[in-house]
């Protein structure tokens, strides 16, 4: 259908030539394989970038697999965790079977997952913790995961609830944790058998590496400090930025538990019009700052040519009807969420009104994908399609800054399309 509904036009116009574009991109383009590590990679690819500046380095990549181990990890503590707060509601309740349902969802995330998981336990380079099979190829492995932790979930429930029929509710809780600590270290077995035993957060490893200019480093540090020291940037001090035309704008969002690590930094969204989430994605871009962003990449998308653009297909001609619901719609009806992180690497502005007319994206296919590894995206496409954008907070104006710090938090269900996994 797509060669036939493809508007020639559309992509003839639709070119890789953008007046405003960050000086350093991906090398090598990143391929996530048959995984479901967008918001991973989206993550390391912004980070990888002011590494490669930091250290001169013309082909660098930090681990996503080591982010993939100790995101699964967590997951399984952060849902066991939420079965223990749960064990009063019924077992059927529809929160307690919408977060069964989707233990299978182990790959997605959302950014504010990923800044948790590098607080917690820091970031290493690929060459420290290569890829494996399985975080390249996460089907199976997945699978077989949300199924045992399902059959933890019941097991736990069971004990907990068999616990406090003669005990006090802090001590059977004690008691409980004990079982999902033993739990958890099966998790630990299946997660080291099939990828590899990481290096534990505080534990010291060596990064040798050539840089551009042929000189030899050997830096010797830690996860949590190679972070810290060595990255060049400091996603903590970022904002997670959304676009929900249902709810009100210059208002704080959480969805109601969604997170990885207990304890971590919690899911924040500040909901803003989105001509005003464009104007800080400009400002970023002007300033050499690569931008992570969320979308629902399947809408009005030719990824093969690399192009994403409303007009793209003619559906009027092809079948005598459009498509016609607003983003708003689209989301109250589960028509649209975000589906796909990727990163914002340039923007084309027009002369005249310097508006943007369009946008140059990294996405994480590999370089045999798309335009090379890269999409253009058409400003109207931005606006109906991109649910959220990250900025670091000082190119965030400082009263929306204020809000993010100070400001009520309303919170989404679990079952919120907000709580969707790039």
């Not at 995984?35 to 930091?54: D, H, M, P, Y």
């Not at 210059?250 to 971590?264: A, C, D, K, M, S």
């Not at 508006?355 to 996405?363: H, Q």
Request: charged fraction near 25%.
């Amino acid at each position: 259908m797509g060669a036939v509904l493809d508007q020639r036009q559309i992509m003839d116009d639709d070119v890789m030539v953008f007046s405003e574009q960050i000086t350093t991109e991906g090398n090598p383009v990143a391929n996530q394989k048959n995984s479901g590590r967008c918001w991973l990679f989206a993550t390391t690819n912004v980070i990888r970038i002011f590494v490669s500046r930091k250290y001169n380095l013309d082909n660098f990549q930090l681990s996503q697999s080591y982010l993939y181990f100790v995101d699964h990890l967590s997951k399984a503590n952060y849902f066991l965790e939420q079965m223990l707060d749960l064990v009063d509601e019924p077992f059927d309740s529809r929160t307690i079977q919408y977060l069964l349902a989707n233990s299978e969802t182990q790959d997605g995330g959302q950014y504010d997952m990923a800044v948790a998981l590098i607080e917690t336990y820091g970031l290493v380079p690929q060459s420290v913790y290569p890829e494996s099979w399985n975080s390249s190829h996460s089907g199976e492995l997945d699978t077989f995961l949300a199924s045992k932790l399902r059959e933890y979930a019941v097991e736990l429930r069971t004990h907990l609830l068999d616990l406090r029929k003669t005990l006090k509710r802090k001590t059977a809780l004690r008691g409980a944790r004990e079982l999902k600590n033993e739990q958890m270290k099966e998790v630990y077995r299946i997660l080291a058998t099939c990828c590899g035993t990481p290096p534990q957060p505080n534990e010291r490893f060596i990064w040798e590496f050539i840089d551009s200019k042929k000189q030899y480093h050997r830096i010797v540090t830690t996860p949590l400090d190679f972070a810290k020291s060595h990255t060049g940037y400091d996603p903590s001090a970022t904002m997670s930025l959304i676009n929900d035309p249902r709810n009100t704008y210059e208002r704080l969002y959480t969805v109601q538990r969604l997170g990885n690590v207990v304890g971590g930094r919690p899911i924040r969204y500040l909901n803003l019009e989105i001509e005003e989430i464009k104007d800080i994605a400009i400002s970023l871009i002007k300033d050499n700052v690569p931008i992570w962003f969320g979308c629902d990449v399947e809408k009005a998308s030719n990824t093969a040519a690399g192009i994403m653009d409303t007009k793209l297909y003619n559906y009027s001609d092809a079948f005598g009807t459009a498509l016609t619901m607003t983003k708003r719609e689209r989301l109250e009806t589960g028509d649209s969420s975000m589906t796909h992180a990727m990163m914002f690497t340039g923007v084309h502005l027009d002369p005249e009104t310097k508006r943007p007319i369009r946008w140059r994206v990294e996405n994480s296919w590999g370089p045999e994908a798309c335009n090379k590894g890269f999409l253009v995206m058409s400003d109207e496409w931005f606006t109906e399609n991109v649910f959220q954008i990250v900025s670091p907070r000082s190119h965030v104006p400082p009263e929306l800054v204020k809000l993010y710090d100070t400001g009520k938090v309303a919170e989404l269900p679990p079952y919120d399309p907000m709580g969707a996994l790039a």
